[in-house]
């Protein structure tokens, strides 16, 4: 791994652009930052971090043996790059398991389909298929608007569009509803299976899977399945041409039972106030038919990266710098909950905490949602990234990363850095997220941001945090 | 089908541009020309024509029962378009099915891989799999360079390099060398199986399927898998970090013994030379895991829309206009070779013959391998089409297209329309070859550029045939 660090040169920022709302940028802190980001952008050291978890451990499905050997990788990570106190908190899982899948359009003649399980999803019948006619519905409100029986013996197939890349994700949430809530109005209408439109921008024949939402902590009894985009288009123009269409699903899909997982935490201790924690992060787990490159191997590297080059400062900074790798996010959060819980009487000190999970596609933008006091020095940091390309959006908005949740509701202060997610929608929890889709410099361009805000905001003796929580 | 037609048009063709070496464009057929182009442009039934053969009949194995409603729907389509003639002309062949593949990397972790079988591949051990530890083989020529026996018990890889994408399909050739030779390097190795990185430019979980060069007639006994790019990259990272790699392979591909596939002709009868023949035309069979979209749905739409266009217009043109679907084109051109067998007695009476098989993006260049006396016809083609983008390449350039090499092996004239394949190897052979791929507008005018070359080479008064070849 390289990670050669040129702390050595001293960059000019003007006491005009750092001084803002009666704060300064100590010249000192604003040399350290400036010089980090310019180690970061020459440094390969969150590729070799993300080429090594994605090769070497592979597909990490929330709660299997392979996210249990991603945590061994990640402590002994953390121990080879020199953080303090490396650790794995466990916790206990329901596991679920996509098992064997076959989706197959048997009428108006047969051909294979690509689809994926939905996490959540039941399983057809033992050693046998769903085998029945299929009802189209354009959207998911045609199908919530069903009557209760409606769908005896029937596959419901919900169709939708796909979805508009955009820099931001827009539309994910919308488009979500067919995977998160069909299956409750399938099973409502009788159906035998649920087959939906992937939720995706893309056009590739790559199902999207992901997780559906439980309705009182139960979960599909029905076979759900996500067809690729090319597959929906394909099931609209013959249902619009007049034909019946029939399918065979098969799917060994089910919960197995609980199971361990955990989550790994590096700490670089605080020199001076040890107990105040900067949290910073991504998440272990990967769905299971890509090798959880961009979601989230990329958000690991990056953090943990942007740790490791301020491990290599000649101190600590002043606070205590963490970075977490969460456990089974993509199956509810798993992680981020056991995280607040088996920490809740420390997370007053957590003083700042966001998460990259959102690819590795260039930053482009800073938000926060901290104190009025603390605003000025995300200011601070937001001058020194713009030179990456990264704009300061608004210092009110909330939301620093799914894993950052259940912190965020209780009062931790959050910023994110926002990727460009133009193509995230293609590749989201795909076969498709592959090491290949990202690019080396603009993973570097990532650390390079996260860095300058890390280092800064563990080092000012800013707070953060609103007087009302603080108390 | 919106096909109106809009020959009222009159447009001025200078004579100097039209005259050359002697030859001069009657400027009536080069009104009709360019009347034909203007109406391609503006109209889309090229592109109703690959939806409906895409939707309805959906892949198209050669050989199998949908390549059979294949050809009844070509003899529909031919019929509702108002051509003269249309046959159907069977042949027998060799069946080859792929059957259920599943391929998964075992060591030193389990991950399911993405790969289809080779065309003409065998099997694995009845109700078994082939589980073995792999030979990584750089490129295929370390394969060839094996002594005999020494991959006894093992499954040989052979990497390579993803194709770099280019306007001409340059690099298909080389790279296919691993596809079509692979396996009897394998088998003499003793090997229980060989995978082989895709031939393909694309960077997604994508197998790229295709037919294997048989031996003195004889195929592989043993399983011949493609695995897609980002695999095959994976495969190779962790062969060079040190890793042992197993893989399980099961396969139920094979042979399945003799069925019947055919040739679909569709004529416009020549009114004056009626026994002379301007073939054109695509293949009607396509790989199984695609709805062969591109490859070749798009080649049978174009050059079908071209002729029946021309089927419009007020009289015939003097010369036959000869639309052929090709059957079982992927399997070793056995339509093709059907074809010329078939037609053996009026070879001589081809007098000029092209296919389109290279996808649907705009077309560039036009190229021609025809007598001296035929070229300049073919150069004020040329201009004509010209303002479609289209650049005027060699007129010493061999090659109609795949279906069309046993023609020009007995001197039939050929020409061929270049369209821009920087994107075809993404698709070739894939799932993602689907009707998505296509742009409606780079359709028309692949029909605009087809148009004007075949009303031109059926009407004109040419002899495009050489001396020698004539006699």
Chains 1, 2 share one sequence.
Do not use: C
Request: no cysteine; hydrophobic share 40%; net charge negative.
């Amino acid at each position: 791994m390289k990670s050669i660090i040129a702390l050595g040169m001293t960059v000019f920022l003007s006491a005009e652009i750092l001084a803002q709302d009666g704060f300064v940028l100590p010249a000192g802190d604003a040399d350290t930052a400036q010089a980090l980001v310019e180690t970061a952008l020459d440094s390969d050291l969150a590729w070799d971090i993300v080429e090594s978890l994605t090769t070497s451990v592979g597909p990490r499905l929330a709660g299997s043996e392979a996210e249990a050997r991603a945590r061994a990788w990640g402590e002994e990570l953390g121990r080879e790059l020199g953080f303090d106190r490396v650790s794995v908190e466990p916790f206990t899982m329901e596991f679920w398991e996509r098992g064997e899948m076959e989706i197959v359009m048997t009428a108006p003649y047969e051909q294979a389909l690509y689809g994926s399980a939905l996490g959540g999803s039941g399983r057809s019948p033992f050693l046998g298929a769903v085998n029945a006619e299929i009802v189209y519905f354009r959207n998911i409100d045609a199908l919530t608007a069903i009557e209760d029986g409606a769908l005896d013996g029937k596959i419901a197939f919900v169709d939708g569009d796909a979805m508009v890349p955009s820099q931001t994700g827009a539309g994910y949430g919308p488009s979500n509803q067919r995977r998160r809530i069909g299956w409750q109005h399938a099973e409502r209408g009788g159906a035998e299976a649920l087959v939906v439109r992937s939720v995706g921008s893309d056009s590739h024949r790559m199902p999207h899977t992901g997780m559906m939402s439980s309705m009182d902590g139960e979960w599909a009894d029905i076979p759900v399945i996500a067809v690729s985009n090319p597959d929906a288009d394909h099931l609209r123009r013959l249902h619009n041409s007049g034909e019946a269409i029939e399918m065979r699903i098969r799917s060994t899909a089910g919960w197995r039972g609980e199971v361990t997982s955990g989550n790994v935490v590096l700490d670089l201790i605080g020199r001076e106030n040890p107990d105040e924690i900067v949290l910073i992060g991504g998440h272990l787990d990967s769905w299971d038919q890509g090798t959880g490159a961009v979601d989230d191997g990329a958000g690991v590297a990056i953090t943990t990266a942007a740790a490791a080059l301020i491990a290599q400062l000649p101190q600590r900074p002043r606070r205590t710098i963490r970075v977490v790798m969460f456990g089974a996010e993509e199956v509810g959060l798993l992680g981020a909950r056991a995280y607040a819980e088996q920490h809740a009487d420390e997370i007053g000190n957590h003083v700042l905490a966001t998460e990259s999970d959102f690819g590795a596609r260039t930053v482009w933008q800073l938000v926060s949602n901290v104190s009025d006091e603390g605003t000025p020095a995300i200011d601070a940091v937001g001058d020194i990234i713009g030179p990456l390309g990264i704009v300061r959006g608004g210092s009110n908005v909330p939301g620093g990363g799914p894993d950052i949740i259940p912190l965020a509701m209780q009062g931790v202060p959050t910023v994110r850095l926002s990727q460009n997610g133009s193509d995230y929608f293609d590749l989201h929890h795909t076969p498709d997220d592959t090491l290949d889709k990202i690019d080396p410099d603009e993973l570097a361009q990532n650390v390079a941001a996260y860095v300058a805000l890390v280092y800064l905001a563990a080092e000012l003796d800013v707070d953060f945090r609103s007087a009302t929580e603080d108390e």
